[in-house]
C-alpha cells in the first residue's frame, strides 16, 4: 500500500529541496528519518518534517507499521512564484522571483502480506 505527503508553497527553491530528495530515495523511512537529522540545511529540515508527516499518516490511517515503511519516491514540484520588483537606477525595477516548491513524499510498506498479494 501506498501513503503519501505534501507540503505546498514551501519557501525554497525546488533545485534546493530536490538535491535533498535524491538522498533519501529508495531508503527505509526510519533510517530517512534520522539521515535527514544530521544535512545542515533548512530543506532537509521541511523535507524531514514532510517525511514524518507521511510516516504519522501511514501509521493513523492505513494502520501500518513505521518499521516496515520505503520511501518509494520523493520529489520536488515547481510551484507558484512570488514577484517583486527590485529598486533601479533612473526610476526602473528589476524582477525579483522568489520560488516556492511542493514537496511530495511517497512511502510503500514492503511486508511480506503486501508483496505476495501483489503477485
Known amino acids: 500500500m501506498e501513503v503519501q505527503a ?4 514551501v519557501r525554497c527553491s525546488p533545485k534546493k529541496v530536490g538535491q ?3 538522498v533519501i530515495q529508495g531508503r527505509p523511512a526510519t533510517e ?4 535527514l537529522k544530521f544535512i545542515p540545511r533548512k ?3 521541511l523535507v524531514r518534517k514532510t517525511l514524518a508527516s507521511a510516516v504519522a499518516n501511514a501509521e493513523n490511517n492505513h494502520r501500518l507499521s513505521s518499521s516496515n515503511l520505503i520511501v518509494k519516491c520523493a520529489f ?3 510551484g507558484s512564484m ?13 524582477p525579483i522571483h522568489k520560488h516556492t516548491t511542493h514537496i511530495r513524499i511517497i ?4 511486508s511480506p502480506a503486501a508483496t ?3 503477485e
Open 107 to 110: 512511502l510503500s510498506d514492503n
Open 6 to 9: 505534501l507540503a505546498k508553497y
Open 20 to 22: 535533498v530528495t535524491r
Open 32 to 35: 530517512a528519518l534520522e539521515l
Open 116 to 118: 505476495a498479494a501483489a
Open 43 to 45: 530543506t532537509a529540515r
Open 76 to 78: 520536488a514540484e515547481q
Open 82 to 94: 512570488i514577484k517583486r520588483m527590485r529598486p533601479a537606477s533612473r526610476g526602473s525595477g528589476h
